[in-house]
Structure formats: structure tokens, C-alpha cells
């Protein structure tokens, strides 16, 4: 069996490093896009199973990101998890169709849960 696709966007390299780590030894193949300009061509090119989108991001911000995501018909359907450390992050997630919301900083047993609910591993 394949293993999940997970791609993750966040301007912050650290997180970016320590969550691809972390999820490559859960046994998913990881993607990583810092560049919020990229993520929809990396979206339609990769076709990953599950999204991990920060919400502040520099350009293009995860809320935007969400809106043209759900508004193109190749990648609509991707499970969305927004990460943020924003108080407003829940219900802007819950207001954009997003699957699930973390809060930053975040456990990353809480990850673990969250992606395995979504794509009921």
C-alpha cells in the first residue's frame, strides 16, 4: 500500500522541518511548500491526501489559500487542517470548509490524531 501524501504550507521553516520530520517517521510521504504563491500549482501537481495549511502567512494567507482552493475543481476536495496560532483560527477554519484546526503551538500527538481521523488510517 501507498503510503498518505501530506503536503504542508507555513512560512515558518522550523515548523516546516520539524513536521515533515515527525510525519515522514509516521510513514507518510511529505511534501513541503514555505512559498504560499506555490501552493495551489504543488496542490494540482502532487495531489496529496491532506493539506496542513498555516493561516498568517506572508502574500497569500491561509484563509485566501482556502477560498482558491475550494473554488478549483482539480484540488476542491482536499482535507484542509489549519494550523495557527490565531484565537479567531477555529472559526475561520470552520468558516472556510476547512477539515479540522490546530492550535499553535501544537502537541504532536494532536497532529497525529487529527490527520488519522481525517483519513481514517
Known amino acids: 500500500m501507498q503510503p498518505k501524501k501530506i503536503m504542508i504550507c507555513d512560512d515558518d521553516r522550523g515548523i516546516l522541518e520539524m513536521l515533515e520530520l515527525f510525519l515522514d517517521l509516521e510513514g507518510y510521504n511529505v511534501i513541503c511548500e514555505i512559498n504560499s ?31 482558491i482552493i475550494r473554488s478549483t475543481s482539480e484540488i476542491k476536495e482536499t482535507p484542509i487542517i489549519v494550523l495557527s496560532a490565531s484565537v479567531d483560527g477555529p472559526d475561520i477554519a470552520a468558516g472556510l470548509e476547512a477539515n479540522g484546526f490546530i492550535a499553535k503551538p501544537f502537541d504532536l500527538t494532536d497532529i497525529t490524531d487529527k490527520i488519522n481521523t481525517i483519513l481514517k488510517n
Open 37 to 67: 504563491t506555490n501552493l495551489t500549482k504543488q496542490l494540482v501537481l502532487h495531489k496529496p491526501d491532506l493539506l496542513l495549511l498555516d493561516l498568517w502567512m506572508p502574500i497569500i494567507s491561509g484563509d485566501q489559500l482556502i477560498k
